[in-house]
């Protein structure tokens, strides 16, 4: 296990389309995050999943995002109808929902670029 | 929700100097802090973190200091290495593990 795999690892598209992006994590943990990451700042969290579910969505998350994870291993983060607005770094983050060193890491991201 | 904030955006030192990281927190409720360095087009990568009943954790060429009282978190970088170039971030976890970040302090190493 190398760690947390996301692909593509770019991405332009032309607004109003969709894209989807995948995350693999680190195969022990049970915990997967979304993030959001723009020029100069800080990443925001999108949401998690707990194994299958879902359990919290940002309000940054509006009705043209979607994320999945129906196995309870890789995930899948779908815009649709992009906008300029979404060009961004798309993070994707695992962890152990336990205590102690929760080995929360990050993949390298997909970069989106919409045109 | 409450936030994380760094004081400085950008901070150069000498190679071989020591680099010291600020970052205030806002919520007194938070326990668990952490550390990231992010290089140009790579995700943020752990460096160290501190639950808040320490006031110190010693890593190697890193320690976090803790200060509850002020609200205060700084990242001492002991003799600054060119590899050391990058943003760094402090990031709170809030809730289930959700990790809010600071706006980040770019560290540049001059030769």
């Known amino acids: 296990d190398t760690g947390v795999s996301q692909n593509p690892r770019h991405k332009i598209t032309k607004r109003g389309q969709n894209v989807t992006f995948r995350c693999d994590p680190i195969?022990?943990?049970?915990?997967l995050y979304w993030y959001r990451q723009t020029l100069g700042q800080g990443p925001e969290f999108l949401t998690y999943?707990?194994?299958?579910?879902?359990?919290?969505k940002s309000r940054l998350l509006s009705d043209r995002f979607s994320a999945e994870r129906p196995k309870g291993s890789f995930s899948t983060l779908e815009i649709q109808r992009t906008e300029q607005g979404d060009s961004a770094m798309y993070l994707c983050?695992?962890?152990?929902?336990?205590?102690?060193?929760?080995?929360?890491?990050f993949g390298s991201g997909t970069r989106l670029t919409v045109v | 929700g409450e936030s994380v904030g760094l004081h400085l955006p950008t901070l150069s030192v000498q190679e071989g100097d020591n680099s010291i990281i600020n970052c205030a927190y806002s919520?007194?409720?938070?326990?668990?802090f952490i550390w990231y360095k992010q290089e140009s087009g790579k995700g943020p990568q752990f460096i160290i973190d501190?639950?808040?009943?320490?006031d110190k954790r010693q890593g190697q060429r890193v320690t976090v200091l803790l200060n509850k009282t002020v609200k205060h978190l700084s990242l001492q970088i002991a003799a600054t290495q060119p590899g050391d170039s990058a943003v760094y971030f402090c990031?709170?976890?809030?809730?289930?593990?959700?990790?809010?970040f600071g706006q980040g302090t770019r560290l540049t190493i001059n030769p």
């Open positions: 983050a695992s962890s152990l929902a336990s205590g102690g060193n929760y080995g929360y890491t």
């Open positions: 195969s022990e943990h049970n915990r």
């Open positions: 999943f707990q194994n299958e579910a879902q359990l919290e």
């Open positions: 919520n007194s409720a938070s326990d668990y």
């Open positions: 501190i639950r808040s009943n320490m």
């Open positions: 990031a709170e976890i809030q809730g289930a593990q959700k990790l809010v």
